[in-house]
């Protein structure tokens, strides 16, 4: 079973940050927006470049490579070329941190 990974001291990554951190070795990038936080593996399905450096707009990450675009929320590819959902995980903040894991193999 995977564990919860700490992200941040929610008073320390204010919204319109991200960060990019390891859990159970997949790289993940965690979006603070202004409507929550997000998490989502930082690999584009259609071609393994990473996502984490590409633009914001709105809710949708968009892949710096080739322009594919992602929901945060739900990780539904929102433009192609990319035709397969990114990978999304679960979030909570507790005890003052946010905490992030990848349940996907449990």
Known sequence: MSTWVDVAL??????GTRRVIDVDGAR????HL???YY???????H????LAGGEL?????????????????TGAVTAPPA???VAV???????GWLRVRDDRWD
């Open 28 to 31: 993940v990038v965690v979006f």
């Open 57 to 73: 707009v709105g809710r949708e990450i968009v892949c710096p490579r080739h322009g594919a675009r992602f929901d945060l929320k």
């Open 89 to 95: 995980l679960p979030l909570k903040v507790d005890d």
């Open 39 to 45: 998490a989502i593996e930082d690999v584009c399905t």
């Open 10 to 15: 929610v008073a320390d990554f204010p919204a």
């Open 83 to 85: 035709c397969e959902a």
């Open 34 to 36: 202004d409507d929550g």
């Open 47 to 50: 071609d393994g470049g990473e």
